[in-house]
Each structure stands twice: as structure tokens, then as C-alpha cells.
């Protein structure tokens, strides 16, 4: 008698998704399909782990499938016909829906070529044992377990298991996927997947650059990715990402205060300009190019290292605050927030925190049209005061609206 969850089921999604799931089952059953959900919430919801991010499975049609259910609801929808995939949209949420796939690999590191299968084929092409799993949604069998891997037992015992001895040939992005799976939820790579993993970690070079980029991405997006960090560099993994790279006690402590710096937004480009802090300017050309990094990612990384080697004139303690903007205004943000938690000088340190934390924000009260209206002519002598007076707000010599008026007829009688 196979294992039945509908009550977890039941008890785990909300409400109004449950619903949603189980007209889905119904319709599909209608039709004459059987649905599934499958993968990551499968998992969670065993782990007790939030996760409504749901797949589905159907063996047959899913466009058809998808079409029918959008009639019926609010839902928006849209279809890759070509992929056998649909989403459908909610107010508040989304679920893919997807044909059940066999899939084969031409040569490793491409993309699989794709047909339509069974719900076994579906599973089989999977990564680890723990998203191997299944549930079933249509009525008569709504909540029964597929578990054709034993995914339930390796979760027991907080396993990663990869299927079959070439899995990390077929698709070594599955090394960076294991790694983050195993720092992300506390368990271990099961002994062979571990000998197989290092076996294959030179099968990286044949995954694209989108592609690493996308893996590296998502282990930026975990909670702790220092951990999966470590974790690569232990087992040489994160040297087969660029030889210079370290996943060390240095990075570790960086990424936490990095996190501290970025409470209202995504830390993700601070980490990257953390993460290659420590290679020189070639070595970043190198890591740029592999990953191939959108331009606003890669001017980040590049200043980063760029605001570096200003370190030093950063330290004199003479520098005047209009000084420290002048040296930082041209540097992105992120940039600037590295060499903040990367600096070792206590000064160069302090004038960081005072440009990120003030300078940067310090306006004078007073604009062009204000000067206009003052007598100032326009062209290079506005903009000329426009700076002088930026830099006395900067300073601290005019605080009012008073006080830079003031400062601006001066000028105007010497001019
Ligand atoms: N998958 C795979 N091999 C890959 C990528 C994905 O086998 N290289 C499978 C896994 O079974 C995974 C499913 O596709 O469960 C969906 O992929 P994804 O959304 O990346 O994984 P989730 O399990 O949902 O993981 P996460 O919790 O990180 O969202």
C-alpha cells in the first residue's frame, strides 16, 4: 500500500491554494490524466519547510491541461508549447505546470533533448534522491507518495544522492545544486555521490557561462552562502570556478556584515564584488568573462578592485569630507560597501561609513533655478558655483537656506 500524505497536504498549503490544487487534480482526472506535484515542495513539506513554489506534473498534455483550468478561473496564462509547460497566475501566487519528460544528454554540459514520457521518466532525469518525490493530485489517489528513489529515507537520514553514477557528467551544474542543498537544509553528500562529485568537478568547464552564472547566482540567494562557499572550496569545486578564488574564514565573515549592510536589498552584487576582492584585475577579467556578467554586475566587481588600490589616500586622516566625496562619487555603491568591510585602515574605513552613511545624501538647499533668479548667468560660472557651493554644504560652512545665499552673493561681487 503505497504512502498516503493528504492530510500533511491538507494541513501544509494554504488554504486557498489547496483548493486551487485540487480542482486542478479533479480537472486533469476529467480529462483523463493523472497530475502530480513534484520536486522542491515535496520535499519541504516532508522537511517542514514553507515552500509554495509548485510544479506540477501531468502525464499527457499540459498546455491542454492549463488551457482548461484558465477557463475556469482568474487565472492569467502562459503557454511554451514547444516545452509542454504553462504557468498559471493567481493575485497572489503561480504554478508551472508541465508535460511528464524522458530526457537524454548528446554530450555533457548541453542541454538535454526532450520528449515526452511517464511520470517515471519524469523522476528519473532528477538530480538528488530528495527531489525525486511526487505526490499525487487527482482524486481517487489525491495525496499518494512516489518515491522511486527513497528520497524519504535519504531525508531521514539528510542525504544528498544523486541517481545514477554519471549524473554529475550529464549535468555538473548538479555539483554546485548539491553543494547548496547540503549547506542550505544541514545534511551530507551520501559517500559515493561525494567520490563521484570529485571524480567529475572538471566536467564544470563544460557548462556555459549563462549557465554557472545562474547556479551562482542562486547560491548567492541563500540564506548562508558562505557556507555552500566553504563547503566548494573544501572540495575544490570553487577553484574549478577560478583558481583564485577562497572560500575562507575572510569571505565568511565579510558575506555576514554584508548581510548587516543590506537590510532593504539584495546583497547579491556586494557578495560578488566580496568574492573576487581578492584577485587581481586580470584574474577579474577572467572570472567576468566566464560567468559572463551583465554590465551593471561586472562595473561593480571592476570598481570594487578599482576603489582598492585608493585605499591609501582614503587613510590620510587630513581629508576633508568634500575631499572624500570627490575621491568616491564615481564608484557604485557596492563597490564602495566592500572596501568598507574590506578595508583594514581605521580611517580609510571611517571616511567609507561617512560616504555611505552621509555624504552622499548632502545637497545644498539651493538649485539653478535658485541662482538663476539670484542674477548667476548661466553656463560654466553656474556650474562652477553650483560645485563650490555643494562642497561648502560638505563641509559644514553653510548649514541654512540663508547662510548659501549669503555665500553666493560673495561670490557673485567677486566674480
Ligand atoms: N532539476 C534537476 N537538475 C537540474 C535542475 C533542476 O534535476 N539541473 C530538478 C530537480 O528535481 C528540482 C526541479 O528540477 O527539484 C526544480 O528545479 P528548481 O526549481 O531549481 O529546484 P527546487 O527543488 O524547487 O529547489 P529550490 O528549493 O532551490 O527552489
Redesign the pocket.
Known amino acids: 500500500m503505497p504512502e498516503n500524505l493528504s492530510s500533511q497536504l491538507e494541513e501544509y498549503l494554504p488554504q486557498q491554494i489547496l483548493k486551487l490544487v485540487k480542482g486542478a487534480g479533479e480537472k486533469a482526472s476529467e480529462l483523463g490524466l493523472e497530475l502530480y506535484v513534484?520536486?522542491?515542495?515535496v520535499?519541504?513539506l516532508l522537511l517542514g519547510r514553507a515552500?509554495f513554489?509548485l510544479?506540477l506534473v501531468v502525464e499527457g498534455d499540459a498546455v491542454k491541461l492549463a488551457q482548461e483550468l484558465a477557463k475556469e478561473s482568474q487565472a492569467s496564462l502562459t503557454v511554451h508549447p514547444h516545452f509542454g509547460t504553462a504557468k498559471l497566475s493567481y493575485t497572489s501566487f503561480s504554478f508551472d505546470i508541465a508535460t511528464a519528460r524522458r530526457e537524454s544528454y548528446s554530450c555533457p554540459g548541453a542541454l538535454p533533448s526532450v520528449k515526452p514520457g511517464s511520470l517515471t521518466d519524469d523522476l528519473c532525469?532528477?538530480?538528488?534522491s530528495i527531489?525525486?518525490m511526487a505526490l499525487c493530485l487527482t482524486p481517487q489517489r489525491f495525496g499518494e507518495l512516489i518515491d522511486l528513489y527513497h528520497g524519504k529515507d535519504d531525508l531521514d537520514n539528510r542525504l544528498i544522492r544523486i541517481l545514477h553514477p554519471n549524473s554529475f557528467i550529464d549535468?555538473a551544474?548538479?555539483i554546485l545544486?548539491g553543494l547548496?542543498?547540503e549547506q542550505r537544509l544541514g545534511f551530507k553528500l551520501e559517500a559515493k555521490t561525494a567520490e563521484l562529485l570529485r571524480r567529475d568537478e572538471a566536467m564544470l568547464d563544460t557548462i556555459s557561462g549563462d549557465r554557472l552564472r545562474h547556479e551562482l547566482e542562486?547560491i548567492l540567494k541563500e540564506d548562508c552562502p558562505e557556507r555552500v562557499l566553504k563547503r566548494a572550496a573544501e572540495l575544490g569545486v570553487l577553484t574549478k570556478l577560478h583558481p583564485s578564488l577562497r572560500g575562507n574564514g575572510w569571505l565568511s565573515k565579510r558575506f555576514e556584515q554584508a548581510r548587516q549592510q543590506c537590510k532593504r536589498t539584495s546583497p547579491l552584487p556586494l557578495y560578488l564584488c566580496l568574492l573576487i576582492y581578492n584577485l587581481t584585475d586580470e584574474e577579474n577579467e577572467q572570472f567576468l568573462s566566464r560567468f559572463n556578467f551583465q554590465k551593471r554586475l561586472s562595473q561593480a566587481m571592476r570598481h570594487a578592485l578599482q576603489l582598492k588600490t585608493k585605499l591609501h589616500t582614503l587613510a590620510n586622516p587630513q581629508l576633508k569630507p568634500s575631499d572624500i566625496y570627490q575621491l568616491l562619487c564615481s564608484y557604485t555603491t557596492q563597490a564602495i560597501q566592500a572596501n568598507f568591510l574590506a578595508a583594514e585602515s581605521p580611517i580609510a574605513s571611517q571616511h567609507l561609513q561617512s560616504y555611505l552613511a552621509k555624504l552622499r545624501y548632502v545637497k545644498p538647499l539651493l538649485n539653478g533655478e535658485d541662482l538663476k533668479r539670484m542674477g548667476v548667468p548661466q553656463g560654466t560660472q553656474m556650474g562652477e558655483i553650483l560645485n563650490a557651493l555643494h562642497e561648502a554644504k560638505l563641509n559644514g560652512e553653510v548649514r541654512t537656506r540663508e547662510e548659501e545665499e549669503k555665500l553666493v552673493y560673495n561670490w557673485c561681487q567677486t566674480l
Not at 532525469?125 to 538528488?128: I, S, V
Request: charged share 50%.
Open positions: 513534484v520536486g522542491g515542495v520535499r519541504d515552500n513554489d510544479d532525469r532528477r538530480d538528488f527531489n525525486t549535468d551544474t548538479r545544486r547548496r542543498y542562486l
